[in-house]
């Protein structure tokens, strides 16, 4: 398939795309003791939680387990340990730390394999001030692709290709979390250009100024956290997209069936039933 095809495709649907990621940022960010998702926490609560370095282990393996980053035996406490001294530690450098990290959890997981999903994750919530982005196999395809774009595009995009060798991954990206980060970073100043990403941010900021929690406060929250989290949603979308016409031979362009119709209304509401489609609002659980 075409590599120019996929990112007119990805194009022609930005907004469905956008629409997608902020029904789905907004669906985690509720409430922290919010009981309606349970066992699986908001992201409110996992914020709020680490905050300070009193994680305990049961914590940890709600987080892994919620999260599903670590598949595998793991020595909950030795890895509450692990992030308590993160939070802890003034010297943070997202590039260098969430690797640093990832090679510690190793070492307290059964099959010893490298945990950077794990590890971003957990950088992503224990520093929030700082510029994390979380890696995961779907925004991988979002990132390679944009790092495609501005190569010589001499040989096709590594998609699929993922950037860790996680506890249940067999095999390794060729490239580091340096090289996903830059990805990322290209991607979120494209989006800061975005007027619908704009729209969607601040549906979702409006969703935040609406429910107690952590996330209300630019102290606790920076902008530019928010903003990263709207991003890993869309990043997940957009691989979503890009691994569906690729497995299925769709067109891209071509929305799923469950999709169609899907858009941002001009309504900025408080309520996301009144921002998306009946059939998007139930399928992620409104």
Not at 69 to 89: F, M, P, T, W
Not at 108 to 130: D, G, N
Not at 220 to 246: H, N, Q, S
Request: hydrophobic share 40%; proline share 6%; with cysteine.
């Amino acid at each position: 398939m075409n590599t120019e095809t996929i990112i007119e495709g990805l194009a022609a649907i930005h907004d469905v795309l956008i629409a997608k990621a902020l029904t789905d940022a907004i669906a985690v960010c509720g409430p922290p003791e919010d009981p309606s998702r349970l066992p699986h926490r908001s992201e409110q609560y996992w914020l709020q939680t680490f905050a300070t370095p009193d994680v305990t282990p049961e914590q940890m393996r709600g987080f892994l387990a919620s999260f599903q980053h670590v598949r595998e035996k793991c020595d909950y406490g030795e890895a509450a340990s692990l992030v308590n001294q993160l939070i802890e530690s003034r010297d943070f450098d997202p590039l260098s730390s969430v690797e640093c990290l990832a090679d510690a959890l190793r070492l307290v997981t059964e099959r010893r394999k490298t945990q950077t999903i794990a590890a971003s994750s957990l950088c992503m919530f224990a520093k929030p001030a700082a510029k994390v982005f979380v890696v995961s196999d779907l925004p991988s395809y979002a990132a390679r692709l944009a790092l495609w774009t501005r190569s010589d595009r001499a040989s096709p995009p590594l998609l699929g290709v993922p950037f860790h060798a996680d506890g249940w991954e067999e095999d390794c990206g060729t490239d580091d979390y340096a090289t996903y980060a830059q990805a990322c970073d290209l991607i979120l100043d494209d989006m800061r250009a975005s007027d619908a990403f704009g729209k969607a941010l601040n549906r979702f900021m409006d969703h935040l100024d609406a429910v107690p929690g952590p996330m209300r406060a630019r102290d606790g929250a920076p902008l530019d956290f928010i903003e990263r989290r709207l991003l890993e949603k869309l990043m997940t979308c957009e691989g979503w997209y890009i691994r569906y016409w690729l497995e299925t031979e769709a067109h891209p362009g071509k929305l799923a069936r469950t999709d169609e119709g899907a858009a941002l209304s001009g309504v900025v509401s408080r309520r996301p039933q009144d921002v998306f489609p009946k059939d998007i609002a139930t399928k992620f659980g409104y």
